[in-house]
Structure formats: C-alpha cells, structure tokens
Nanobody, 125 residues
Framework: HVQLVESGGGSVQSGGSLRLSCTGS????????LAWFRQVPGKEREGVAA???????SYADSVKGRFTIIKDIAKNTLYLQMNSLNPNDTAMYYC????????????????????WGQGTQVTVS
C-alpha cells in the first residue's frame, strides 16, 4: 500500500481558512477513491469529503459549501480546502484511500477505506 501523510493542520479563529494536504509515497491516482475524515475524542470517525477517479465528489452536509476536496495528480497530493471554519470543525483530520470502487452512497463511510494517514489536528476557536 502507498503511505499517506497529512499536513496543514493548525489553530485558526472562527471564520478562518486552512488547506490540508495529503501526499502519497506512491501514485495516488492508482486509488479509485480518496477521502478526508475527521474524528474527535469519544466520537466515531466522520466522513467529510470524498472523490473518485471520475472526479465525482461527495460531502458531508455539515461542510457543503465550505469545504472543497481537490485531487492534484501532477503533485500527487489530495487537498481539503476548508473555509468559514467554526469550532465544530475542530478534530483530527485523516486522509484515506481505497483501490477499488466505492459505491456513491458509502463514499463517506470509513469502513470502505483500507489505507489511512496518521492525521493532522485542526483546532478552531
């Protein structure tokens, strides 16, 4: 499996923006589905945004209109552009990949992914 490494997390005030990056040790375009998830202590991991090899995207309702998932093949990097951040967005953010096609209705289900990064913390105050 390719290894995924996230970066770009940090602390930001409400209303601010951050861009998370996820770089693969191998070609990320060999994976059919790529996604971002987040998790806070004591809660289940939540799907945030996903993109497949046809550039079809899926977003959690809580981030629609504020977050954008971007796959840059040339840079071998998956991005999550996060705008209008609020304290509810505070979490550890993870990128994930799956080599096989994932049905659209489960693109944001963590159980559908088998390659994970180590996470990057986002704190909004």
């Amino acid at each position: 499996h390719v290894q995924l490494v996230e970066s770009g997390g940090g602390s930001v005030q409400s209303g601010g923006s951050l861009r998370l990056s996820c770089t693969g040790s191998g070609p990320i375009n060999t994976y059919w589905n790529l996604a971002w998830f987040r998790q806070v202590p004591g809660k289940e991991r939540e799907g945030v945004a996903a993109i497949d090899s046809d550039a079809l995207t899926s977003y959690a309702d809580s981030v629609k209109g504020r977050f954008t998932i971007i796959k840059d093949i040339a840079k071998n990097t998956l991005y999550l552009q996060m705008n209008s951040l609020n304290p509810n967005d505070t979490a550890m953010y993870y990128c994930a990949a799956q080599r096989w096609s994932v049905a659209r209705h489960v693109m944001l289900s963590p159980g559908e992914y088998n390659v994970w990064g180590q996470g990057t913390q986002v704190t909004v105050s």
